[in-house]
C-alpha cells in the first residue's frame, strides 16, 4: 500500500486514525477553498507536473521543483543512471540512461522522453516521473516508478502492424469530426516484454499489466507513444485471477469463450487508445489538456475510455475487414471483456481503475448488453448489443474529454461510478480468490 492506507477501500486507515491526504504529499493539507482555485486555474504554475506545493515564510503556495524538493534521491539516481550508460555496449540504450539522468536534475524530461520512445534494446527500461493517479485533489502530479524488464522482439513484431491503423481509428471517432486529432504522432512502438523488476508508484497497491507513456502531449504529437506489454506479470494475472473469476460470474455457456489471447489483446488496445481520442483541447479560446480540464476525475474518465475504446478498436479493425482477427473475436472479447471487469472493480472504485470498470459495469447494464441470472447469479454479455453500447460510451466519454467539461465528467461519473447491488452481491462470491498478485524479486529486495 505504501502507506498506511488500503487502496483497496477508499484508502482507510490500517493503522492509525490519520485519514489520507487527498492530494497526497503534493500540496499543503491545509489548503483553503480559495488557494485550491488559485491552484486550479493554471495561471501561476502551481499546476507544474514536476513540482511539490510548499509554503514559503510569509505562508503563501510557492512551486518546488522536483530537482531541488529532491536533490539528494535524484542526485543519486542520477549518478547511478550513468553508472548503468557506462555499462552498456546500446547505443540508444546509453543515450536514454544519460539524458534521463540529466532529466532529473533539470525537470526537463522531454529530450530523454524522445529518446525513450527511439530506445532498441533487449534490455528495456522505463524510470521518471509519469502517471498522476497520486494526485488524487487536481490530478496535476507526476510519481515516479521503474521498469526494468526483457524485450521478446519476435511478439513485438508481430504486433507493429497495429500502429500503423492509429490514424485510421482516430478518424472514425464516433464523436464530432471537429473533436477529433489528426495530429497525434502514429510512430507507437509496441514492446512486449517480461517483468525483472518494478520499484515506486508502480508497486504500490495494484499491479500494472501494461503501460502506455509518456504522458507529455508534445511527445505525443512528435512521436506518438509506446505500449509496453508485462506478458509475465498477465499470463499469471489471466491464471490465478482472471479464470477463477470467470468460472463464478460468467454463464456457463459463454466460459468456453474466455480465451488468454484475447485477454492479451484487449490490454493491448487499452494502452493503443490512450494515445487515441482529445489530448490537447482549446476551451473557451484557450489551449490546454484534457488532464488539465478534467482534473481529479481524468484518470477515472480516460481508463474508462480506454477500455471502452479498447473493445471498439477490435470491432472496428474486424468490421472493416483488415483480416487480424477471426470472427469469433466478438464472442471472445465479449465473455474476456465481461470477466475482466469483475476483476478490475475488486481494486476498489476509490481507484481510478476500479471506479473506471464500475462504470463500464453500469453503462451496459443500462444499455442491456449485460445481462444478470437471478437465478444462477451470473451474468452474460448480450454480443449482439455490446458492439453498439461500447461505440456509444467511447463517444460520450471521448466527448465529455474534447470540451473539457469538468461539470460533465463529475455527472458522469456520479451517474454510472457506483457500486449497484447486483455486482456488490457477484463480488461477495469471489472472496476465494486473490484480488492481484504480489510480484517478489528476491534477487534485488533484499539488497
Not at 245 to 265: H, K, N, P, R, Y
Not at 358 to 370: S, T
Not at 388 to 411: F, M, R
Request: hydrophobic share 40%; proline share 4%.
Amino acid at each position: 500500500n505504501k502507506g498506511p492506507w488500503d487502496r483497496r477501500f477508499h484508502y482507510e486507515p490500517f493503522m492509525g486514525e490519520w485519514p489520507h491526504p487527498a492530494g497526497a504529499n503534493y500540496y499543503p493539507t491545509d489548503l483553503t477553498d480559495a488557494e485550491k482555485a488559485r491552484i486550479a486555474d493554471h495561471a501561476n504554475g502551481l499546476d507544474g507536473l514536476f513540482t511539490m506545493v510548499r509554503r514559503d515564510a510569509s505562508g503563501g503556495l510557492v512551486a518546488v521543483p522536483y530537482s531541488r524538493y529532491f536533490a539528494v534521491e535524484l542526485g543519486r539516481a542520477a549518478s547511478l543512471m550513468r553508472e548503468a550508460a557506462a555499462l552498456t555496449g546500446n547505443v540508444s540504450l546509453k543515450a536514454f540512461l544519460e539524458s534521463r539522468a540529466a532529466a532529473f536534475l533539470s525537470d526537463d524530461y522531454y529530450e530523454s522522453d524522445l529518446l525513450w520512445m527511439d530506445l532498441d534494446s533487449t534490455v528495456e527500461i522505463t524510470v521518471g516521473p509519469y502517471e498522476t493517479y497520486e494526485d488524487g485533489l487536481f490530478g496535476y502530479k507526476a510519481a515516479f516508478e521503474a521498469f526494468v524488464t526483457v524485450t521478446d522482439p519476435v511478439e513485438s513484431q508481430r504486433l507493429a502492424k497495429f500502429k500503423d491503423e492509429l490514424p485510421w481509428l482516430e478518424s472514425q471517432i464516433p464523436m464530432d469530426d471537429r473533436h477529433k486529432n489528426p495530429n497525434r504522432g502514429s510512430e507507437s512502438p509496441i514492446r512486449v516484454v517480461d517483468e525483472v523488476y518494478s520499484a515506486g508508484d508502480t508497486r504500490a497497491g495494484v499491479q500494472t499489466i501494461a503501460f502506455n507513456l509518456p504522458n507529455d502531449e508534445r511527445v505525443r504529437e512528435a512521436k506518438g507513444s509506446k505500449k509496453v506489454l508485462l506478458r509475465n506479470v498477465m499470463k499469471a494475472k489471466f491464471d490465478q485471477i482472471l479464470v477463477p473469476i470467470a468460472q463464478v460470474v460468467v454463464a456457463d455457456d459463454q466460459l468456453g469463450d474466455l480465451t488468454a489471447e484475447s485477454f492479451f489483446l484487449h490490454t493491448l488496445w487499452h494502452e493503443m487508445s490512450h494515445g487515441l481520442g482529445p489530448g490537447n483541447i482549446k476551451v473557451d479560446g484557450r489551449d490546454t489538456e484534457v488532464r488539465l480540464e478534467l482534473k481529479d476525475t481524468y484518470s477515472t474518465m480516460e481508463e474508462a475510455k480506454a477500455d471502452a475504446m479498447g473493445e471498439w478498436d477490435i470491432f472496428m479493425l474486424t468490421r472493416a475487414g483488415r483480416g487480424y482477427f477471426p470472427e469469433a473475436i466478438f464472442r471472445q472479447q465479449a465473455a474476456t471483456y465481461l470477466a475482466g471487469i469483475f476483476r478490475s472493480v475488486r481494486f476498489g472504485i476509490g481507484e481510478a481503475h476500479g471506479k473506471a470498470n464500475a462504470i463500464q459495469f453500469n453503462y451496459l447494464v443500462r444499455k442491456g448488453a449485460i445481462l444478470h441470472d437471478a437465478q444462477t447469479g451470473k451474468f452474460r454479455m448480450n454480443v449482439a448489443v455490446f458492439e453498439q453500447a461500447i461505440a456509444d460510451l467511447v463517444g460520450e466519454i471521448c466527448t465529455i474529454q474534447a470540451e473539457g467539461d469538468y461539470a460533465a465528467s463529475q455527472a458522469f461519473i456520479k451517474r454510472y461510478g457506483d457500486m449497484p447491488e447486483v455486482l456488490a452481491e457477484a463480488l461477495a462470491k469471489l472472496d476465494h480468490i486473490p484480488v492481484d498478485i504480489a510480484p517478489v524479486f528476491p534477487r534485488w529486495d533484499n539488497r
